[in-house]
């Protein structure tokens, strides 16, 4: 099983940028769909964008695009989310996710994700929080 873990949340202020990494061991990351998600304090987890594997085409919750972009880095089998002009409604826990490489089609266009077993690997989160 891909073992996750995720690193670069903190405090920031509104109109600032954060970038989240998320590390994989365990096995080869480009091959895998990779997903962040976010869940903020009584709502439910929702997806915020996502990278298929192999043909890496992404996906971005429209309350991200244009603000968010994910990458990946294969030789350091980590998986980023730059996050610029950033809002208090962001303010969340953030995961990032494994499954097989369609995965991220499969959960269009991106909202919540009531069903966390889509991805069968999961970090165990990272805090981001926005506020002046």
């Known amino acids: 099983q891909v073992q996750l873990v995720e690193s670069g949340g903190g405090l920031m202020q509104p109109g600032g940028s954060l970038r989240l990494s998320c590390s994989a061991s365990g096995y080869p990351l480009d091959y895998y769909a990779i997903g962040w998600f976010r869940q903020a304090p009584g709502k439910e987890r929702e997806g915020v964008s996502c990278?298929?594997?192999?043909?890496?085409?992404?996906y971005y919750a429209d309350s991200v695009k244009g603000r968010f972009t994910i990458s990946r880095d294969n030789d350091k089998r980590t998986v980023y989310l730059q996050m610029n002009s950033l809002k208090p409604e962001d303010t969340a826990v953030y995961y990032c996710?494994?499954?097989?490489?369609?995965?991220?089609?499969?959960?269009?266009?991106?909202?919540?994700?009531?069903?966390?077993?889509?991805?069968?690997?999961w970090g165990q989160g990272t805090q981001v929080t926005v506020s002046s």
């Open positions: 996710a494994v499954d097989h490489p369609e995965t991220c089609s499969t959960i269009q266009p991106l909202g919540v994700l009531r069903d966390t077993t889509i991805f069968g690997s």
């Open positions: 990278l298929n594997g192999v043909h890496g085409s992404t």
